[in-house]
């Protein structure tokens, strides 16, 4: 509530400018539209990708996955950070995992330490998928089972403009 707020929804574009993103994070020049969104049991996940919970440091029991276009007009070359676009729901928020988007975007060829990040030439867009944990113990049963029906938003900056995007299923 510390800066005004601006909703939009998917496949509109937040471009972030001299905007912040959390961890007071500058991403100049780029842009992000939602593109997609949805939620995964972990062993379909697994199956999906064909990898096994051996492969993994962790697993939460379920995965909300992002499909966002990540554009560039700036000469910003470090790209968006994914750590800086938190999910935000009405009293909980999440993060991604890297281990996963690592294993979901043929680029990074499932290497898990360079999955933090998308950086795209200037002038030019890519799409890129992220994987954010969703844990059983962040909500009660009723709305565990019901996770479609959750109020989410991707955090995109914090200030001076909190810009978010709504998530729909």
């Not at 496949?11 to 949805?38: C, M, W």
């Not at 379909?44 to 492969?55: A, F, H, R, S, V």
């Not at 950086?119 to 059983?136: D, E, P, Q, R």
Request: aromatic share 14%; with cysteine.
């Amino acid at each position: 509530g510390q800066y005004p707020e601006k909703i939009v929804g998917m496949h509109e574009t937040i471009e972030f400018g001299d905007s912040k993103s959390y961890n007071v994070i500058e991403q100049p020049g780029y842009s992000v539209s939602l593109e997609s969104a949805r939620i995964i049991d972990t062993s379909d996940y697994l199956e999906e990708i064909g990898k096994t919970p051996e492969d993994f440091d962790y697993l939460s029991e379920k995965y909300l996955e992002l499909t966002l276009k990540v554009s560039n007009e700036g000469d910003y070359t470090e790209g968006i950070e994914f750590y800086a676009l938190p999910v935000i729901g009405e009293d909980w928020y999440t993060f991604y995992d890297n281990q996963l988007t690592a294993c979901i975007n043929p680029f990074f060829e499932g290497n898990y330490e360079a999955a933090d990040r998308c950086a795209v030439k200037k002038g030019s867009s890519a799409i890129v998928k992220i994987a954010y944990n969703l844990y059983y113990n962040t909500f009660p049963d009723e709305r565990w089972n019901k996770l479609d029906d959750e109020k989410m938003w991707m955090s995109a900056t914090i200030k001076p403009v909190n810009q978010m995007i709504k998530i729909e299923f």
